[in-house]
């Protein structure tokens, strides 16, 4: 199993970032898949959950309006746009796996700094 984030980095207040979610090794359109993060020195917290075929997504309040998640499950992937960030939108993001019946995976996460 491999899930591996991609697309963090520098970005100034006010701006918008993409990040994607590449997973292998699990049956991947039959997972709910998530986007997590986690600031420094807070706990990790939900972002958005994507369910299995991705018509359902739910967003926590500080995502809500701002950030988009989706998957293609033709390609294996998930991602998160971002935009209107904010300071506080500075963390290490993680996408996760979980299916109902067992299985549970994360990636080693990306970092997304919002600074000016």
């Known amino acids: 199993v491999q899930i591996v984030e991609s697309g963090g980095g520098l970005v100034q207040p006010g701006g918008a970032l993409t990040l994607s979610c590449a997973a292998s090794g699990f049956d991947f359109s039959r997972y709910v898949m998530s986007w997590y993060r986690q600031a420094p020195g807070k706990e990790r917290e939900v972002v958005a959950v994507?369910?299995?075929?991705?018509?359902?997504?739910d967003y926590s309040a500080p995502a809500k309006g701002r950030f988009t998640a989706s998957r293609d499950n033709t390609k294996n992937m998930v991602y998160l746009q971002m935009r209107n960030l904010v300071v506080e939108d500075t963390a290490v993001y993680y996408c996760n796996a979980v299916h109902s019946h067992g299985g549970n995976y994360w990636g080693k996460g990306t970092l997304v700094t919002v600074s000016s």
């Open positions: 994507i369910g299995s075929r991705g018509r359902n997504v």
